[in-house]
């Protein structure tokens, strides 16, 4: 059984020039996590934020945050990113960006964080396979990252099943990039519960509603398949 459904709204795609209040709206939507994409103009081709931003973001909001680090040397960065952040929230890193991913991992858990690892479309599940019983969470990205308002690539559901077939109980496993109401059923029904939406949430004339549609339709699923299970 997977666990619990999650909406991370990523400000990716909010207003800059209203990110408190954009990000005041999402909590009081109901928003589980803030997804913060950190990009450094080399793993990826954009710049975003660094820790001074971040830190400024948890100062507004009780909502936990979800630091995705888009940048090489993440081992460099882990202690700035922690100070910045809090318990309750998660460093994810790309494992395409180091060579001892374990290393990474206990450096974001020393700190008090959860962590997680991510795997880019073309990346194969067996990368990550022996860190599924030390991380918290697996961010499998469903659009090349880098920027916002890319199109879903589906070729990314399979490996969601496998991931889920293979991953504990309590491990979340998250999708990132082209979520829409349109298919947001399709990854929960293939093992995600944290999905993040950028476009998706601030983009839409009415954030609030489009927070509340997405997790009600993944709810709805989840609801589905137990009952599914319950009368075979």
């Known amino acids: 059984m997977q666990p619990k459904i999650k909406i991370a709204a990523s400000?990716?795609?909010?207003?800059?020039m209203r990110l408190e209040d954009e990000i005041k709206k999402a909590e009081m939507a109901g928003i589980d996590l803030i997804h913060?994409?950190?990009m450094d103009g080399h793993f990826v081709p954009n710049i975003t934020m660094g820790p001074f931003i971040v830190e400024g973001i948890k100062r507004i909001t009780k909502v936990?945050?979800?630091i995705h680090l888009m940048i090489e040397h993440p081992e460099r960065y882990i202690n700035a990113f922690a100070k910045a952040a809090g318990r309750d929230d998660f460093i994810t890193f790309h494992i395409e960006t180091t060579k001892n991913p374990k290393e990474v991992i206990k450096l974001i858990k020393?700190?008090?964080?959860?962590?997680g690892v991510s795997l880019n479309p073309d990346t194969q599940t067996d990368s990550i396979e022996n860190l599924l019983d030390i991380v918290d969470m697996v961010l499998i990205m469903s659009?090349?990252?880098g920027f916002s308002g890319q199109k879903f690539?589906?070729?990314?559901l399979p490996k969601i099943a496998k991931l889920r077939s293979m991953a504990t109980d309590e491990m979340d496993i998250e999708v990132d990039g082209g979520i829409t109401p349109e298919n947001i059923s399709q990854v929960v029904q293939n093992g995600a519960n944290v999905i993040v939406a950028a476009s998706a949430i601030f983009k839409t004339n009415d954030?609030?509603?489009?927070?509340?549609t997405l997790k009600q339709l993944a709810e709805r699923i989840?609801?589905?398949e137990f009952h599914n299970r319950i009368h075979v």
């Open 207 to 212: 954030p609030s509603s489009a927070i509340q």
């Open 153 to 156: 690539i589906s070729r990314v």
């Open 11 to 16: 400000i990716l795609a909010a207003n800059p």
């Open 143 to 145: 659009v090349n990252p």
């Open 36 to 38: 913060i994409d950190v």
């Open 110 to 115: 020393n700190e008090g964080l959860k962590a």
């Open 222 to 224: 989840v609801r589905e």
């Open 64 to 66: 936990p945050l979800d």
